[in-house]
């Protein structure tokens, strides 16, 4: 099996080999590759010749890589996150369990060595590699790191324009309308993790020091802490603009509504806003119009 891993597996000859493709429908996936830039495995199964499920166990067979079915493993959201989300998606990789001899790790291309190399180097263990199919990793990885990495940094990047702007927050807000400003990216992101996860509530709640985030998922709240309290402020005056709300009304609560596309989704919000000891907190019910 040595040897095995250490040269280059040319996908389109062994499916050759085992007869589930011929010369003509290879043809025109490797012209389909040169065209997309795409593997040519990938290729081959876009373009409808051999399964994904099939080229993956055929792949486990020769390399004697375990073929990982992921909606029946039981995963460990913990152990996931050992590796960092920016990680994580530039190898598409996912750790799936602490074996003896390593770390198991599901890859969509568990024959990159310079991947498999890598991950060694950043884990400081053994990496043993497990095909796993493409679309199921990525699910799974949005649903355990949810854009949290994104929404923290987003939110970073507000708060420094916030720190070095002399304009009132009121009037930085009311001018972002275009999807490159930092509150309206935030606000998108935050959206894209709720709908997402299925989210019926969205509280944001401010604090003397923070600012805390509820989603309510399956009537339980699952939150997110950013340190950035000012924050807070510039995301309260933007949803009261998308609301029709009187952004410059502080002291009494204010209920509105407004209507967003989200992952292919129309999302009709319900805001009702209230008055507390460091600011405004906000809570958001959303209404997925899409069904009908």
Do not use: W
Request: hydrophobic share 40%.
């Amino acid at each position: 099996m040595e040897a095995r891993l250490r040269r280059k597996v040319r996908v389109g000859d062994l499916l050759l080999e085992k007869q589930l493709i011929d010369q003509k429908q290879l043809q025109m996936a490797l012209v389909e590759q040169k065209r997309t830039g795409k593997k040519l495995g990938k290729a081959i199964t876009d373009l409808g010749f051999v399964s994904e499920v099939k080229l993956l166990s055929i792949l486990s067979d020769y390399f004697g890589y375990p073929f990982i079915d992921l909606s029946r493993f039981r995963l460990d959201t913990a152990l996931i996150q050992q590796l960092p989300e920016t990680q994580a998606r530039r190898y598409r990789c996912l750790l799936l369990s602490e074996e003896q001899t390593g770390i198991m790790v599901g890859m969509a291309d568990p024959t990159d060595l310079m991947v498999i190399d890598d991950l060694q180097r950043i884990l400081k263990r053994p990496v043993l590699p497990a095909f796993v199919q493409e679309d199921d990793l990525l699910s799974i990885l949005d649903n355990v790191y949810r854009r949290q990495e994104q929404m923290a940094s987003i939110a970073g990047e507000l708060a420094g324009e916030l720190q070095s702007s002399d304009f009132d927050i009121n009037a930085i807000v009311s001018a972002s309308d275009t999807s490159e400003a930092p509150v309206v990216r935030l606000l998108q992101s935050l959206f894209e993790d709720a709908v997402q996860v299925k989210a019926s509530d969205v509280h944001i709640e401010p604090e003397e020091n923070q600012l805390r985030i509820r989603l309510r998922v399956d009537g339980e709240l699952q939150e997110q802490v950013m340190k950035e309290k000012r924050v807070a402020s510039a995301l309260v005056s933007r949803l009261k603009i998308m609301s029709g709300l009187d952004i410059s009304e502080k002291r009494l609560p204010q209920d509105g509504r407004f209507n967003i596309r989200v992952r292919n989704k129309n999302i009709d919000v319900r805001l009702s806003t209230m008055p507390v000891q460091f600011g405004e907190s906000v809570v958001m019910r959303l209404l997925d119009q899409s069904g009908g």
